[in-house]
């Protein structure tokens, strides 16, 4: 760099006055030394010859450390700190940050869990699994190697660098320019609270208090208080619904039939969707084109994805889950039905397709188990197209009984199932009593009262922040948007989070639900937050954004109890590979131990250690993860704590977490 400065100031017409120019001009035979083009410049651009280094060491060797170079490195442990104070704030002083800095290579995320493992609040297990997760991203850092040897201070002296190492360079110029500022300041001092190897970090023990008052999260108090004012008080109740049944069953029709006589969509647009469904020759879809909004699922004439939508009734606020039905995409009902509270169950009341979808491997039972299983217990059978069949009271009744035995041998409950015939096509008791003649035999609920008479769930704010995240792409501007179902707790602007299994810290800069910027969100909101200080890069659909103070456990073995169903194609072994469903979570695990099979009923040990497990019967087994995944066991957290097994296409049962064997 120096030289390059002086070329461009340099006078050339004084200074080479000097050069005998004939040298440059003279053949290679005219004499025995000759240089090269580049060594002559050298030497063309140096008023004193021999001051020109004999060796590249040498040069090297002379060379000055650069202004810009030593600033850029300033630039960096001042963007570490500000990161760090952006979580912990003046918690901790700036020798303490910079003395951290430096025992992890200037890393900011490693730092600042070197001086927040020791969190009394996160206890001794938790701060040595995010301690572990966030040493594991420096292979070739030395705090990814844990020695069993007694913890000795750490003595950067007895380092030796390397010359011709550039990685080993780079540590050397971290830790002097860490100790250069910190020297403008007083002495660095080693706190005798840090002075311990990477393996005994753990063991020291910080205020969590004091982390609790800096990160200045509200009471569980005024959490409650502020849900009382924000979603109680003369608002209505807010429902999540989900819309289940087998493929082509009537789901998206009724409800874009219902969201058209309720007046959340437009003549304008129902009049584009029927101009579109005619064109293809699909005029009876053109109330199902409000949900299924996409090229594919239009051509296709199924429901894919899930279709969100909103509305609101007399005394409801429904969030619509449009979840598909056909057996392909059995996964993406599964993530709608975790962010229920109750749910729709559509049954075709043509001859011949009920008893497709129900009797004949169809997917309607294999519904009503994954509703179960996840929780909901209250369930609206709708029995549509009731105008294929001429409004038939028989045949309604039919179908009633056959759903009502399924019903109650999978644990539903007579006074929590409600059932109503209609068309969706028609819009017969969608809203309004039909005026058909055939259909006078009916009185009941229409379809929009059953779902203000539905019982909204109790929203859990007094627990840590958790939301399991169902989609996320990168902002316009900074950060990235995460959506999802708040599962529990409160959320609000400016907050710091913790992503897990990932272990990536984040601060909220925007809250939107229904397309509307909040200032805060509370358990049962879907919302989208924007997070910044992510990259996101690492993120992905089932990872866990929790509270920064309480993490979720990341757990790779388990037991559980699980109940298989009768739709499995084998039985269960030791070594069994399937897919677990645990909110929006689905990864691959194991069947490592069959430990004991259950009297489903009593629920008592019948035999101990079997060789497999069958169709319709309950066990206790251990399940190992291939990747550390977020979960509960059922005690603590109900939504955390159940999971669904599946292999291929078939649902072998489902199971709740009893005991958590190793955590990461």
């Known amino acids: 760099m120096s030289r390059h400065r002086n070329i461009r100031t340099r006078t050339f017409s004084d200074e080479l006055d000097d050069y005998d120019y004939d040298q440059y001009g003279r053949s290679i035979d ?46 960096t442990i001042d963007s570490c700190i500000q990161f760090i104070r952006d979580t912990i704030g003046q918690t ?20 600042l869990n070197f001086l927040l493992s020791n969190d009394g609040h996160f206890g001794l297990a938790n701060s040595t699994k995010l301690f572990r997760a966030l040493t594991a991203k420096l292979p070739n850092s030395s705090m990814t190697k844990h020695s069993s040897k007694p913890p000795t201070t750490i003595n950067t002296k007895q380092q030796q660098q390397t010359p011709s190492s550039e990685s080993n360079k780079k540590p050397e110029n971290i830790e002097s320019t860490v100790k250069k500022i910190a020297s ?8 005798d609270k840090l002075s311990t190897t990477a393996s005994s970090i753990p063991s020291s023990p910080i205020s969590a208090k004091i982390i609790r008052q800096n990160i200045k999260q509200k ?35 009724i409800m874009g039939h219902l969201l058209s006589l309720l007046g959340n969509v437009s003549k304008k647009h129902m009049h584009k969707n029927e101009t579109e469904a005619k064109k293809l020759g699909k005029s009876s879809f053109m109330y199902a084109w409000v949900l299924d909004e996409t090229d594919e699922e239009r051509n296709r004439g199924i ?69 179960r299983s996840f929780g909901i217990t209250q369930v609206a059978i709708v029995i549509n197209k009731m105008d294929n069949i001429d409004f038939d009271q ?53 379809v929009i009262d059953i779902i203000d008479n539905f019982t909204c769930s109790q929203r859990i704010v007094d627990k840590p922040f958790r939301m399991s995240i169902n989609d996320l792409f990168k902002g316009q501007t900074s950060g990235i948007y995460l959506s999802g179902k708040i599962d529990y707790g409160y959320v609000e602007l400016n907050q710091k989070l913790l992503i897990l299994p990932v272990v990536e810290y984040g601060t909220v800069k925007n809250i939107i639900i229904d397309n509307q910027n909040q200032t805060e969100a509370f358990a049962g909101d879907f919302v989208y937050l924007n997070i910044v200080q992510s ?130």
């Open 92 to 111: 901790k002083s700036e020798e303490e940050i910079l003395f951290a800095l430096k025992q992890t290579d200037c890393n900011p995320e490693l730092a």
């Open 535 to 664: 990259d996101g890069l690492e993120i992905s659909i089932g990872n866990v954004i929790c509270d920064i103070l309480s993490p979720c456990t990341m757990a790779t073995k388990f037991e559980a109890r699980i109940v298989t169903f009768g739709t499995i194609g084998t039985p269960l072994i030791n070594g069994s590979s399937l897919i677990i469903y645990s909110v929006c979570l689905n990864e691959v695990v194991t069947l490592t131990k069959l430990c004991s099979q259950l009297d489903k009923n009593k629920n008592e040990v019948i035999k101990k250690n079997p060789r497999l497990i069958g169709k319709n019967q309950a066990a206790i087994v251990q399940i190992t993860t291939t990747k550390p995944i977020c979960i509960e066991t059922f005690e603590n957290s109900k939504e955390y704590g159940r999971f669904v097994l599946r292999s291929e296409h078939f649902t072998m049962g489902t199971g709740i977490v009893t005991k958590i064997l190793k955590t990461n």
């Open 394 to 446: 028989e045949r309604y009744n039919q179908i009633v009984d056959k759903i009502r035995k399924f019903l109650k041998q999978v644990g539903f409950k007579d006074q929590s199932v409600e059932y109503i015939p209609c068309s969706g096509m028609t819009g017969d008791n969608l809203i309004e009593l039909s005026k058909n003649p055939n259909f006078n035999w009916y009185n009941g609920p229409t």
């Open 184 to 191: 403008n300041k007083m002495m660095l001092e080693t706190p």
């Open 30 to 75: 005219d004499d025995l030394s000759c240089i090269s083009p580049s060594t002559a410049n050298m030497y063309l651009y140096e008023n004193n010859m021999n001051t020109f280094p004999e060796s590249l060491e040498q040069q090297q060797q002379q060379k000055k450390p650069s202004d810009e170079s030593e600033d850029m490195t300033n630039a």
């Open 219 to 253: 009471s569980v108090e005024e959490i409650k208080k502020i849900y009382q004012q924000k979603r109680i008080d003369g608002q209505k109740m807010l429902l999540n619904l989900v819309i289940a049944g087998h493929v082509d069953a009537g789901k998206s029709t």
């Open 303 to 371: 429901t894919i994805d899930i279709g969100y939508h909103c509305f609101e009734t007399k005394k409801r606020i429904v969030n619509i889950l449009d979840a598909p039905g056909h057996r392909d995409f059995i996964p993406n009902m599964i993530q709608g039905t975790t962010k229920a509270d109750v749910a729709m169950l559509v049954i075709d009341a043509t001859k011949g397709e009920f008893e497709s979808g129900f009797e004949a491997g169809g997917q309607t039972q294999e519904h009503i188990l994954l509703l």
